[in-house]
Every structure is written in C-alpha cells, then in structure tokens.
C-alpha cells in the first residue's frame, strides 16, 4: 500500500479525481525544483501562491462565477456552498496546513480511503482575503448521529491507531489523519462518511 500510496502522492499513479491535483502539485515541485521555491522557512506559502495563479491562469483554472448566495456553512479551514441538491463546493486557504503541496497531498489522500466523499478540484478562487482552493465534494445528509467509538473501529482495522482524543496516526505507512470529531464525520443509513479529513504526511512515510 506504501508504494501505492507513494505514486499517487507523486503523480505516477492515478486516483480518483485526482488529475488537477495532481498536475497543481506537480507544477509546485517542478517550482522548487528550479530554485523557485526555498525548502523551508515562513514564505513558503506565498511563493508556493504565486506559482498557483501562474498554474491557475496557464490552465484556465479560474473560478470567478462562485454564487455567494449558496453560502451553507464555514469553520476554520473552509467555506462550504451549496452547489445543487447533490454537490458542495468548499474554498479552502490551507491555514491548516505549512505549504500548499501539503494541502494537496491531503486531498489525495482522502480521495485514496475514502473515494465515496472523494474531493474534485475544479480550480482556485481569489479575493481580498487569500487565495482559495475550489473543491466540488459529494454532498451528505446524516441519517443518525456519528458514534466515535464507530469511527475509532474503523480506522483502527485499517491501520490506524489512535493518539489521543479524534487523532490517529498509521504506523506502517507514516500518515497523520486527524480533527474526526463528529462534525467531520457523518453517519449516513449505517454508513461512515468522511467528508473533512486532514491527513499529514510524516518523513517515515517516504521511507522503504
């Protein structure tokens, strides 16, 4: 599963919906490979936006027909619209996350576990505030209310152990999967939805 993991997160291997995430990916480690970009530091994510809006308008990746009033909800992360009575749109500014790339590879991911709540980047989205990413996502409709100790079972038959309170963590592969509070997963007939994950990838995870 590491090895396939791996190539998804490099752009080898395919993933549900996960073309334009990975070309903006893609376009930000060939940035850093020319110098573009420093490996560290506090600016990254300012010079990692630059190269999105030349990827953006290369692309024609602008989304500038957004219907503010389809607003549905926010939190942190993101703002969630209402794109029909089957889809949401979320604008999310990565604050979660140190670099866009990482950001990215948590959109990969999630489409990787969990395809049924699979994220589509359509493009990005820009206004006085900060750069967005634009996601289109399955919309859900909870049936009953998320028992934790449900989603603690699952994770934990699929590797994944947990750290402490809604946070989990996967041994063998290196992944961080954390934030699974009940907001952030639904119960839909019986049925688990992860509809906002936030996956880090650790250095273990690129290791053999």
């Keep these: 599963m590491k090895n396939e993991l791996q ?8 993933v549900k919906h996960g073309a334009n995430i990975q070309a903006a990916s893609g376009y930000l480690k060939n940035g850093k490979g ?6 560290k530091g506090i600016h990254i994510k300012k010079q990692e936006e630059a190269l999105i809006e030349e990827f953006a308008t290369i692309n024609e990746l602008w989304i500038t027909n957004l219907n503010i009033e389809n607003f549905f909800s926010s939190g942190a992360e993101q703002l ?48 006085t505030k900060g ?10 409709i909870a049936t009953e209310k998320t028992e934790l100790i449900n989603v603690k079972i699952f ?5 994944f152990v947990n750290k402490k309170n809604n946070d989990y963590f996967h041994p063998e592969l290196g992944i961080i999967l954390e934030d699974l509070h009940d907001e952030n997963v639904l119960t839909k007939d019986g049925i688990l939805k992860f509809i906002d994950t936030v996956f880090y990838i650790t250095e273990q995870f690129y290791k053999p």
């Design 131 to 140: 750069l967005y990413a634009v996601v289109e996502q399955n919309f859900v």
């Design 155 to 159: 994770l934990e038959n699929s590797g």
């Design 7 to 14: 190539n998804i997160i490099s752009g080898k291997s395919q």
């Design 34 to 39: 020319t110098g573009t970009l420093a490996e």
């Design 80 to 127: 969630v619209y209402l794109k029909d009575e089957r889809k949401v749109l979320k604008l999310n500014d990565t604050i979660y996350y140190t670099s866009w790339e990482d950001y990215f590879n948590n959109l990969l991911l999630n489409n990787y576990f969990f395809p049924d709540t699979a994220y589509k980047l359509l493009g990005f989205y820009k206004n």
